[in-house]
């Protein structure tokens, strides 16, 4: 039924969706926004409203000063709504998760942080609503300011995912870290805590950023819920699919259009190889350079690999990488490896990391777990093992091992043993099972992976929609928009008492309690009836 609704919406403009604009048809005017996080919270939606870019429509990227660079290669300006010297966008030194670790181990304070941008950029973004009047924004859904400011001016608006992670349900696992993705193995005490225990550690966990939030909102004129009242604002977009996430039942407000891949691949040149690659934030610190290196060495020299690929080396200050690492007691220079002169370990500053994950000699990707390298990794039928170090990662870990595609490291806990294990695994060749669960789940992704036209003209239909029906319906603000009424659930506006029919079954139960318990008194008054009856019949005899 959902998909229905979307279709027969896109229906009404097959004549315009996917050309290019004609005659007087006036371009759209829309706009995208992040606040925090890396390139990967906004990629999709580049790529995505690049197609409505080559259509003629106007393309805004609005986001903090330093995140101009992730517009490059794109026809989409970029406009600044803010400038916080916190570290975003900066290169973090971390360490590997550990089991019981924070999902921000290692960064700034992230409440702080939050508040700040939520603060510094929310009189931004009503100053563009008024000079630009965009059709509809797009606000990556870690950016509160964003979607609150748009509801405040009834701003037509859809909310990007990166995963289906906030609208989990519940048998899965709320954590970030390295427990199970869903309760199905859990113990009874197990899911106890998690209905009961885990919810109230996750809500004192962020209270102090909801009373954060609070605050930012009062200041600008926002409602001051304490929670997060957006998902009624704006169509959610989601980057991401069922096969690689667990399945669930999807809100009809919330359409998956991932995983969304860039059209071009580069060509490479052939040797079985690893690529490792940490992503954009990630500076490795020197001890773990030199227990990678120990690793690789041992791989290299019982043959199980020819070469290592060591990209994304641009954020490492090479003058602090390792002269030397020892493995079973003998020493050896990195020197070679440093000017690249080595003949089996490589490292790039910048690789083109599809590229590399689609050639037939890339046996094994080791990552940091970031959402767009697994979606290429498994896109390519490449096996992976991760490190993890922060937010997501942790999870996106456990989902591949659970789907049967890789393994993780947990870096400080694993022996040497255990460690050699998981590589072995990966890489040998007569691993049958791990070849039919790649080759599976590759099928999933790259069907999943044609939807990015589809996603292209629901923004198109969804910002066209909004103006058709806003005009016979001015909207106010904090008001669930007309253009989001048909799809969103009666659950989410409605109480939950009236959605779930709970004074209904509550009345039902009433009713059946008072109807026992008459029948009950009845009964007992015949029996007491029959009782008397007895006793009378017996004292006359």
Request: charged letters at 20%; hydrophobic letters at 35%; aromatic letters at 12%.
């Amino acid at each position: 039924m959902k998909l229905g609704i979307i279709y027969n919406l896109i229906g009404l403009y097959t004549g315009v969706l996917g050309s290019k604009l004609k005659g007087s048809e006036k371009p759209l005017n829309i706009a995208m926004s992040m606040g925090i996080g890396s390139r990967s919270h906004i990629k999709f939606l580049l790529e995505i409203t690049q197609q409505l870019s080559d259509r003629g429509h106007k393309i805004t990227f609005l986001s903090l000063d330093g995140f101009e660079s992730f517009v490059k290669g794109y026809n989409i300006t970029f406009q600044s709504v803010g400038s916080i010297s916190m570290g975003v966008g900066s290169v973090f030194q971390l360490t590997p998760f550990k089991r019981g670790d924070p999902f921000n181990k290692g960064i700034v304070d992230v409440d702080k942080l939050v508040y700040n941008v939520y603060s510094n950029t929310f009189k931004n973004f009503e100053k563009y609503y008024e000079e630009s009047k965009p059709d509809l924004i797009i606000c990556d859904w870690c950016n509160p300011s964003c979607f609150d400011s748009a509801a405040k001016h009834s701003v037509p608006m859809m909310i990007g995912y990166q995963t289906l992670t906030p609208i989990a349900e519940s048998f899965h696992t709320i954590s970030l870290g390295l427990e199970p993705s869903t309760i199905e193995d859990y113990s009874f005490i197990k899911r106890l805590d998690h209905t009961f225990i885990e919810p109230w550690r996750q809500w004192y966990e962020h209270y102090p950023l909801k009373m954060k939030l609070k605050r930012a909102k009062q200041e600008n004129g926002v409602p001051a819920h304490i929670g997060l009242e957006w998902t009624n604002y704006g169509l959610g977009i989601a980057h991401s699919y069922v096969g690689y996430e667990n399945s669930r039942n999807t809100p009809s407000h919330v359409i998956p259009v991932g995983p969304v891949f860039s059209d071009k691949i580069d060509p490479l040149t052939p040797d079985k190889v690893i690529y490792v690659g940490f992503g954009s934030l990630t500076q490795l610190q020197p001890e773990l350079s030199e227990g990678m290196l120990k690793h690789f060495h041992k791989l290299l020299e019982h043959n199980w690999i020819d070469g290592v690929i060591w990209g994304g080396m641009a954020n490492t200050n090479l003058k602090k990488f390792p002269k030397k690492y020892t493995v079973d007691g003998m020493e050896f220079p990195t020197k070679s490896i440093l000017d690249g002169t080595h003949q089996q370990i490589k490292l790039l500053k910048w690789a083109p990391q599809r590229s590399i994950l689609n050639h037939p000699s890339t046996k094994l990707f080791l990552t940091h777990g970031g959402l767009d390298s697994i979606y290429e990794s498994i896109n390519s039928a490449t096996p992976m093992i991760i490190l993890p170090f922060l937010g997501d990662q942790p999870r996106n870990a456990v989902l591949i091992k659970e789907n049967g595609i890789g393994d993780y490291l947990e870096w400080d806990d694993d022996s040497e043993i255990q460690t050699y294990s998981k590589f072995f695994n990966l890489l040998n060749p007569d691993n049958i099972q791990l070849q039919q669960n790649l080759e599976h789940h590759q099928l999933m992704n790259q069907l999943s992976s044609q939807r990015k036209t589809f996603g292209a003209n629901l923004i198109e239909t969804y910002a066209k929609s909004a103006k058709s029906c806003r005009s016979e319906n001015p909207q106010t603000a904090f008001d669930i928009p007309c253009e989001l009424k048909p799809y969103i659930p009666l659950d989410r506006r409605t109480s939950f008492l009236k959605s779930h029919l709970v004074d209904v079954y509550l009345f039902a139960l009433m009713v059946a309690i008072l109807s026992v318990g008459f029948i009950l008194m009845g009964v007992y008054k015949l029996l007491m009836r029959f009782n008397s009856l007895s006793y009378e019949k017996k004292k006359v005899e």
